[in-house]
């Protein structure tokens, strides 16, 4: 008598649950009719994406921060300008130094050199100042701060999804996703490891288009405007259209 063939395949409409999580969760809409509480279930069954949702919002708040730290520091360096003193050389020329320690460097000891030391000295800390009261006033430091601890709660939260086991083809896009969404210096880098990692999710792609042979993956990958990635979006369209389901 031959063995029973005990192995499971997922029901079709779960297959596409699977898949549809990335793109429904990275662009904040909810599964169709078609997926309904089938996609409810294997999103809340595979912790990968779980832990890829909260490190996408902390990874969306340090985007905001970073822009708006920005901003800001545009606006000091318009208004303001970075603390500078100009300082005379010898040979009839001048430059522009940023701090105590620069000024130090290029003046000397003696009578003439401490003169303009100590003027220069007096230019920088009143152009100090002013930087540091219109910061105050826009709140620019404030800013900086928290696009760090937003920074390192990210990190955390990355670190987390990565010691995480994904359960399902949309987890192991959401690991990679975040993998080039906070490691790629620049799209489509030819340095090791990023070619790589994009192979494999390539390899993921293809392996969820043999699944589902008549449904094709998309993987669109940009660049925000703090210079970091954002993530691969995989999820499903029907046929040319290119609509994501």
Not at 45 to 66: F, G, M, N, T, Y
Not at 184 to 212: K, N, T, Y
């Amino acid at each position: 008598m031959a063995d029973s063939d005990n192995t499971t395949t997922l029901p079709r409409v779960t297959r596409r649950g699977v898949l549809a999580i990335t793109a429904n969760a990275k662009e904040g809409r909810q599964p169709k009719k078609l997926v309904g509480d089938h996609a409810e279930a294997v999103q809340s069954a595979d912790p990968a994406v779980a832990a890829w949702r909260e490190w996408l919002i902390a990874h969306k708040e340090v985007e905001r921060l970073c822009h708006q730290q920005q901003r800001l520091e545009r606006n000091l360096v318009e208004t303001i300008g970075f603390p500078c003193a100009t300082i005379p050389l010898h040979d009839g020329t001048s430059v522009r130094l940023h701090s105590i320690q620069a000024l130090n460097e290029v003046l000397g000891s003696g009578p003439e050199d401490e003169a303009v030391r100590a003027k220069s000295k007096a230019d920088l800390e009143t152009h100090q100042q002013r930087w540091e009261a219109a910061d105050r006033e826009i709140g620019y430091s404030a800013a900086l701060i928290a696009e760090g601890e937003a920074a390192d709660q990210a990190e955390n939260l990355l670190q987390l999804l990565l010691e995480t086991p994904a359960a399902s083809l949309a987890g192991v896009a959401a690991k990679l996703d975040a993998v080039l969404s906070e490691g790629e210096p620049a799209e489509a880098c030819a340095e090791f490891p990023w070619p790589h990692i994009r192979s494999v999710l390539g390899d993921v792609i293809r392996i969820g288009q043999e699944v589902m042979p008549e449904q094709i993956l998309t993987n669109r990958l940009g660049t925000s405007k703090c210079g970091r990635r954002r993530g691969c979006i995989i999820g499903i369209s029907n046929g040319a259209k290119g609509d994501a389901a």
